[in-house]
């Protein structure tokens, strides 16, 4: 267990350098009439270990063009091992300028990793949204959060307490939906989703670890009913 537990803080904090994970994705250049859109987290936003026409936001951008709605692509803040408390170092230093006609969210895992207590996620989440909603212009219909998928059903985290995992992934989704709730933002579960990796390989990257471009693409599918609906709201 241990020795599994090493590994996994190893490859999360060499994650960083992968030349498949970059934190600092420039804002694309819009045409004009073009919506802009933010994407908020941290490995999964990023895409860690795809490339990054599979990150699941930036499929969201395509199905939402093939829609008929003009939006670029995201203007991505996240890496690979981020909390909530580094989300907000990381939105302190790239420092994006708003309004945003989407703003999205995903944190939580490594919170969870970490052992730190769903307090201190409440408080820190709490934060951030109040951020995503300043981010879009204060239209809190712009935003929307998407749960922490489970990453115990990963071939990474055999050997693991993996009830113990989704146990806790569980806690820290219902403490992130009832903040949502408060703020008035839409939360949207894809943790079922992530939870289909334990029998479908093809969902999984090829570090074990991370989710593949067609697990992000059914995120992003589940995802494009309500993104529809909150694009410039």
């Given at each position: ?5 090493s590994?996994?803080?190893l ?6 350098e992968?030349?498949?994970n970059?934190?600092?994705t ?5 045409v ?5 859109y933010?994407s ?5 936003t990023?895409?860690?270990r ?7 936001s930036?499929i ?6 093939k ?5 670029a692509d995201?203007e ?6 981020w909390?909530t ?8 230093g790239r ?8 703003v999205?969210i995903l944190?939580?895992v490594?919170?969870q990793?970490?052992?730190q207590?769903?307090?201190r996620?409440?408080?820190?989440l709490?934060?951030?949204?109040q951020q995503?909603i300043?981010f879009a212009?204060g239209?809190?219909g712009?935003?929307f959060?998407?749960s922490?998928?489970?990453?115990g059903?990963?071939?990474f985290?055999?050997g693991s ?5 989704a146990?806790?992934i569980?806690a820290f989704?219902n403490?992130a939906k009832?903040?949502?709730e408060?703020?008035?933002i839409v ?5 079922p989703l ?10 999984i ?7 593949s471009?067609?697990?992000y ?6 995802a494009?009913p309500?993104?529809?609906n909150r694009v410039?709201?």
């Amino acid at each position: 267990m241990k020795w599994t537990i090493s590994i996994l803080i190893l490859m999360m904090a060499c994650a960083a350098e992968s030349p498949m994970n970059n934190d600092q994705t420039p804002a694309p250049t819009l045409v004009p009439g073009q919506y802009r859109y933010l994407s908020l987290g941290d490995s999964y936003t990023i895409g860690e270990r795809v490339t990054p026409e599979e990150r699941w936001s930036v499929i969201l951008s395509d199905l939402l063009r093939k829609n008929n709605i003009n939006i670029a692509d995201p203007e991505i803040i996240a890496k690979t091992g981020w909390t909530t408390a580094d989300l907000m170092e990381g939105i302190k230093g790239r420092n994006p300028k708003g309004p945003y006609n989407l703003v999205s969210i995903l944190i939580g895992v490594n919170n969870q990793y970490r052992g730190q207590s769903i307090e201190r996620y409440r408080e820190e989440l709490r934060e951030l949204l109040q951020q995503a909603i300043g981010f879009a212009g204060g239209n809190i219909g712009r935003v929307f959060m998407l749960s922490t998928p489970d990453w115990g059903v990963t071939p990474f985290a055999k050997g693991s307490d993996q009830a113990k995992i989704a146990t806790e992934i569980d806690a820290f989704n219902n403490a992130a939906k009832e903040e949502c709730e408060k703020s008035g933002i839409v939360f949207i579960d894809i943790t079922p989703l992530s939870r289909t990796a334990r029998n479908d390989a093809s969902l999984i990257a090829d570090d074990g670890l991370h989710f593949s471009g067609k697990m992000y693409r059914q995120w992003a599918e589940f995802a494009l009913p309500t993104a529809q609906n909150r694009v410039n709201k």
